[in-house]
């Protein structure tokens, strides 16, 4: 239903007397007195993915922050489901670079020379 008419937040039945952990509600609060019924809807459907439970310590981080928007508690909730970082392989000695390459800009200069350039 928020999905449709996240305007419901403010007035609807449900949602008045809804029982949220201390910084999902602070944050709910924040959020909806600008207006910003659409990004708090959005962070209640992150958490059918990911729980409350994730959602309610990217709301604790944000709030230590001190800046309180959607993209930010979004944010803080990616980093916070994001999936581990593979590890590192380790090269052979065999495919190891002997001599790094360097740099070399005066081939882009050449094509800029008037032969290239119409």
Excluded at 46 to 67: I, M
């Amino acid at each position: 239903m928020l999905e449709k008419k996240p305007g419901a937040l403010h007035n609807g039945a449900p949602f008045v007397e809804w029982d949220l952990p201390a910084a999902i509600q602070r944050v709910r609060e924040r959020l909806l007195k600008p207006r910003g019924d659409r990004a708090f809807v959005e962070l209640l459907l992150v958490t059918r993915e990911v729980g409350l439970d994730a959602l309610q310590v990217a709301c604790e981080l944000s709030l230590e922050c001190g800046v309180v928007n959607g993209s930010l508690v979004m944010n803080e909730l990616r980093r916070l489901t994001a999936p581990a970082r593979p590890v590192q392989l380790e090269l052979p000695a065999q495919l190891q670079l002997r001599v790094e390459p360097l740099a070399d800009c005066g081939r882009y200069e050449q094509l800029r020379s008037g032969q290239y350039v119409h």
